[in-house]
């Protein structure tokens, strides 16, 4: 049975008359080959009773190598259908960006800028001043600076104002990010020295007071973006603490984590402190990230004090945190329309899936409940839903936004055969499973893609069809 399978020689003979394998590259190809008859060696070797030598017809080859490159030639990073409710979904990409970054992301990458040429001068800038005025414009801020994340933001923070010093932070601020990055390992590299003051669930003024010593080089805040300490508890301001930290001669800093300049509350949602707040209160330094509440590309950026924001800049460590061209363009045009708050949010369109109307999320439900009955299949069951979308991204823990979508379920056909079925679609669409339904949540399914979501289902349930028929 091993002698009897084709050569890789024959199988590139059977290519070279279909135009299908015209630009596939050689090497490509000639990998894609081995792995077809690999898998057949490995079927003869693990069950010969059930290998038919029939089976490998010309065509049945050329088929298999097809998908085979296909496969290989296909992107890793791929767009996808968020059918989650999750707005800000880590696994997904995060943020979408607004078309004006869009737009200004393809000129910048497409051709040479003056990225880090001053036009005005007619020699070498800076590339921070792309975006430093307009973040003090918007935060008022007397400095700002961008790195590649809101870790990085911090490790650089505290590496440059702290390293072989102490950090006093309240034991209920430790907190754990995505990927189980600590508050505690990212002081550890940046060689700073923490000092917990307070209980995790109450911290009080005195806890920090009681604990600066000469060695104090700086008091820290950590925003709890990602989750919630409720019932019998207390935290310091930040205001208290810059005033605490006034008079005692030492810098206070800030890690808002998913900052914003939009005050949600104003929406109906839950309220988050804003980074022009944070401002206001005189710290010397505050971090938070471009990618998560704020709808840009992932950037972590810092405001604060000139005095304290000058030393930040010259660390020989900012230049291996440094961000790209790209990412400049990006956060550039979404920070442009902060300008006009209100703009802001129907643009950028992380704000705009947050603060979407009930109504017009059951509207887009109608649509695509629409789209599906014209599938016209009897096994098709479609069911209208109250939903809960989350905001993600490790930010407004408590807030749950009502929601809706709808629940399919095809007879015959599990939930979790639909989710893995639809996962492996051109493009992928992401859903959850919920009650033996498989649920697509509206709110974050974007203009166009009811109708792609309608193909998926329709080619699924005709392919259920196909096998009944041939069964």
Request: hydrophobic share 40%; with cysteine.
């Given at each position: 049975m091993l002698r009897n399978l084709p050569g890789v020689d024959h199988i590139l003979e059977l290519t070279r008359h279909d135009s299908y394998f015209a630009d596939i590259p050689r090497s490509v190809l000639t990998n894609s080959i081995r792995q077809v008859i690999g898998a057949y060696r490995k079927t003869i070797l693990n069950d010969s009773d059930r290998f038919a030598k029939n089976a490998i017809s010309d065509s049945t080859l050329l088929s298999q190598v097809k998908a085979e490159t296909g496969r290989a030639m296909a992107y890793n990073l791929q767009r996808t259908i968020n059918a989650t409710g999750i707005v800000v979904h880590t696994n997904l990409g995060r943020s979408l960006l607004a078309d004006a970054a869009v737009e200004n992301?393809?000129?910048?990458?497409?051709?040479?800028?003056?990225?880090?040429?001053?036009?005005?001068?007619g020699r070498r800038g800076s590339?921070?001043?792309?975006?430093?005025?307009?973040?003090?414009?918007?935060?008022g801020a007397e400095s700002a600076l961008v790195v590649n994340n809101n870790a990085g933001?911090?490790?650089?923070?505290?590496?440059?104002?702290?390293?072989?010093?102490?950090?006093?932070?309240?034991?209920?601020?430790?907190?754990?990010?995505?990927?189980?990055?600590?508050?505690?390992?990212?002081?550890?590299?940046?060689?700073?020295?923490?000092?917990?003051?307070?209980?995790?669930?109450r911290t009080h003024l005195k806890d920090y007071a009681e604990a600066i010593d000469e060695?104090?080089?700086?008091?820290?805040?950590?925003?709890?973006?990602?989750?919630?300490?409720?019932?019998?508890?207390?935290?310091?301001?930040?205001?208290?603490?810059?005033?605490?930290?006034?008079?005692?001669?030492?810098?206070?800093?800030?890690?808002?984590?998913?900052?914003?300049?939009?005050?949600?509350?104003?929406?109906?949602?839950?309220?988050?402190?804003?980074?022009?707040a944070s401002v206001a209160t005189g710290a010397h330094v505050i971090t938070f990230s471009g990618d998560?509440?704020?709808?840009?590309?992932?950037?972590?950026?810092?405001?604060?004090?000139?005095?304290?924001?000058?030393?930040?800049?010259?660390n020989p460590l900012n230049r291996a945190l440094r961000i790209d061209k790209m990412t400049l363009a990006a956060l550039e045009s979404t920070l442009r329309l902060?300008?006009?708050?209100?703009?802001a949010v129907q643009k950028i369109p992380t704000l705009r899936m947050l603060t979407r109307p009930l109504e017009h999320i059951q509207k887009r439900t109608n649509h695509l409940v629409s789209l599906l009955q014209d599938i016209g299949s009897a096994r098709l069951e479609i069911s209208e839903q109250a939903l809960v979308s989350r905001a993600g991204g490790g930010s407004l823990p408590l807030l749950e936004l009502p929601s809706r979508g709808i629940g399919l379920k095809i007879s015959g056909v599990s939930?979790?055969?639909?989710?893995?079925?639809?996962?492996?679609?051109?493009?992928?669409?992401?859903?959850?499973?919920?009650?033996?339904?498989?649920?697509?949540?509206?709110?974050?399914?974007?203009?166009?893609?009811?109708?792609?979501?309608r193909s998926a289902f329709s080619a699924l349930i005709k392919g259920l069809e196909d096998d009944s028929t041939t069964q």
């Open positions: 992301l393809q000129i910048i990458s497409a051709r040479y800028s003056n990225l880090e040429f001053d036009l005005v001068a590339r921070y001043s792309a975006v430093e005025d307009v973040l003090c414009e918007i935060t933001a911090v490790l650089l923070s505290l590496e440059t104002l702290a390293r072989g010093r102490k950090v006093i932070v309240s034991r209920g601020e430790l907190v754990e990010i995505g990927g189980s990055f600590r508050i505690p390992d990212v002081m550890a590299k940046s060689g700073g020295i923490l000092k917990e003051v307070g209980a995790t669930n060695d104090t080089a700086l008091l820290l805040k950590v925003h709890k973006s990602n989750y919630s300490v409720v019932g019998f508890s207390a935290e310091v301001g930040l205001s208290e603490l810059v005033d605490l930290g006034n008079s005692s001669r030492i810098a206070v800093m800030e890690d808002l984590g998913s900052g914003t300049f939009i005050d949600f509350s104003r929406y109906g949602l839950v309220k988050e402190p804003t980074v022009q998560k509440l704020l709808g840009g590309p992932q950037a972590g950026i810092i405001v604060g004090k000139s005095e304290y924001l000058e030393q930040i800049k010259k902060y300008r006009d708050p209100e703009k939930a979790n055969t639909i989710e893995r079925t639809l996962r492996a679609n051109n493009p992928p669409i992401i859903g959850r499973i919920e009650n033996e339904y498989y649920v697509l949540d509206m709110r974050t399914i974007q203009d166009g893609e009811p109708e792609l979501i």
